[in-house]
């Protein structure tokens, strides 16, 4: 079965830098898009940061700059690079990635899996 487990959540001060890290795995045929997201508490999930395959990235307007997502390429594994951390910047983040996982005799279609999330808290 395919997995996602995310790494690297905690608490910080305002103003540190912060790196996510997701590591897919099972029997993975390929990894398309892959993106972050978060949630803080009464509000909606909200898309972060998303990379595709040829390498395209989409962020939230208030990240941009100070976030940067990408791809290890020699592992099935993506991260979240956060700098300039705002208290506004607390909550749940969640991985996710479209992912073909490899069958026995044949590949899967493509399907989105989601990661446990980790909690990160920026102090003011």
């Known amino acids: 079965q395919v997995q996602l487990v995310e790494s690297g959540g905690g608490l910080v001060q305002a103003g540190w830098s912060l790196t996510l890290s997701c590591a897919a795995s099972?029997?993975?045929?390929?990894?398309?898009?892959m993106a972050w997201y978060r949630q803080a508490p009464g509000r909606e999930r909200e898309l972060v940061a998303a990379?595709?395959?040829?390498?395209?990235?989409n962020y939230l307007e208030y990240v941009k700059g100070r976030f940067t997502i990408s791809r290890d390429g020699a592992k099935n594994t993506f991260h979240l690079q956060m700098n300039s951390l705002k208290p506004e910047d607390t909550a749940v983040y969640y991985c996710?990635?479209?992912?073909?996982?490899?069958?026995?005799?044949?590949?899967?279609?493509?399907?989105?899996?989601w990661g446990q999330g980790t909690q990160v808290t920026v102090s003011s």
């Open positions: 996710s990635a479209e992912i073909r996982e490899r069958k026995s005799g044949y590949v899967g279609p493509r399907n989105t899996y």
């Open positions: 099972g029997s993975i045929f390929g990894i398309y898009a």
């Open positions: 990379i595709t395959s040829n390498g395209a990235t």
